[in-house]
């Protein structure tokens, strides 16, 4: 049975979709984190569906520590990364043209021109490091090469290192999924979906896990849709099966040790929206509202991995390193990718990644006087 209905509109056929997201908790003595699904978004009918993630952090000890910020997820439908799981991915708003004003876009004129008849750019948050991706980037390399033996590993270096001379310094295709998860609280929300926690590679169609052939397929968080051709396994299916074996095992790890708590499962149906509307829904570019939330943003994330990390460790520690089953190891994987940090300065959380594109929120032909939010972050 498919999970969408037909909705006709304007003489259009749109489709809403029912999707599961899953909702958690995590807490020591003092603290309570909890991340919550509140709102599904099927934006423009056709760009990308989104979620709307509330975080909220309440202290027993101290009240005045109680925050919360409602962040915004995008499924992906991994045209860019090369991976279709249903992974979720934070992110601020839909920057073009049109929408100048009510999300952050090119402050240069003859930018603003290039781009005006480009496609939306989907600006993200820059949030952490928060932990050491990179370690689990390198596990997810070492089981690629290792994967067929000792005689298969020449080449398996050589494919791996074709697609990252190919990754554009790792910012498209499959090696740029996991240095996308900087923030430890968001790793986690892109592993615990079903489509991972579930993966059983005697039964799933890793060509499942191929983006579909085309990119604005608006049924595209529809698993059961498979790119079947090419019809022979590539060396990038191989790094899918590595990628997604392994997030399955984190994510199976982390359920049944219970290093989260109160895990449920809440269906969604996506709200048609335009792209317009959800761009004032999300507020990006309201200054004030902006640095309230990125600033919880954080110290949420922040809370939630020192908590996780405190409860990991704690297990870790006590695992005989003797003969070690396939979970223990991931254990002391998990753990090991968990060291002690000092968070950005929330503040520029939200800065820096529109510095790297040079953007802001006033409207073409507006001087400095008129310009509003985010343009006066300097």
């Known amino acids: 049975m498919k999970n969408y ?19 958690f908790s995590i807490k ?39 925050q919360e910020s409602t962040i915004p997820y995008y499924i992906s439908n991994g045209q860019t990364n090369k991976l279709r799981a249903n992974m979720i991915y934070p992110f601020l708003c839909y920057s073009d ?10 402050q240069d004129i003859e930018k603003k021109e290039y781009h005006k008849d480009k496609g939306t750019l989907l600006l993200k948050y820059t949030i ?30 050589k494919e791996y290192a074709q697609m990252d001379r190919e990754s554009q310094h790792l910012s498209i295709g499959l090696p740029s999924v996991m240095p996308r ?3 430890f609280l968001d790793f986690i929300l892109c592993i615990v979906n079903e489509n991972i926690i579930n993966f059983n590679p005697a039964v799933d169609n890793i060509r499942c896990f191929r983006p579909l052939e085309s990119r604005i397929d608006v049924d595209y968080i529809d698993m059961k849709k498979c790119k079947i051709l090419p019809n022979t396994l590539t060396h990038e299916d191989d790094y899918r099966f590595v990628i997604i074996t392994i997030f399955s095992r984190f994510a199976n790890l982390i359920l049944k040790n219970r290093f989260i708590d109160n895990i449920d499962m809440v269906k969604l149906t996506a709200n048609p929206i335009s792209k317009e509307d959800f761009n004032r829904y999300v507020n990006a570019c309201n200054r004030d509202y902006m640095i309230k939330t990125d600033t919880s943003y954080a110290n949420i994330s922040l809370e939630f991995k020192k908590i996780f990390q405190q409860k990991i460790d704690y297990v870790a520690a006590r695992t005989n390193r003797v003969d070690m089953t396939q979970e223990e190891i991931d254990m002391i ?3 090991q990718c968990m060291p002690i940090f000092r968070i950005k300065n929330p503040f520029f959380i939200y800065n820096d990644h529109l510095t790297s594109y040079k953007m802001d929120c006033s409207k073409s032909g507006e001087d400095e006087d008129d310009m509003v939010g985010l343009s006066r972050m300097d």
């Open 333 to 335: 994987s998990l753990s």
């Open 128 to 157: 952490g490091p928060n932990y050491s991706h990179t370690r689990l980037e390198n596990l997810v390399i070492d089981h690629f090469i290792t994967k067929d033996g000792i005689d298969e590993e020449d080449k398996r270096r």
């Open 181 to 183: 998860l900087t923030n």
């Open 28 to 66: 020591d003595e003092n603290i309570e984190i909890k991340i919550t699904p509140v709102e599904f978004f099927n934006v423009e009918f056709s760009i990308r569906y989104v979620v709307m993630y509330k975080l909220t952090l309440v202290d027993t000890k101290n009240p005045l520590k109680n």
């Open 5 to 23: 209905i037909y909705v006709k509109r304007k003489s259009e056929i749109y489709y809403i979709m029912e999707h599961n997201f899953f909702m």
């Open 97 to 106: 043209w049109s929408n100048q004003g009510i999300c952050p876009y090119y």
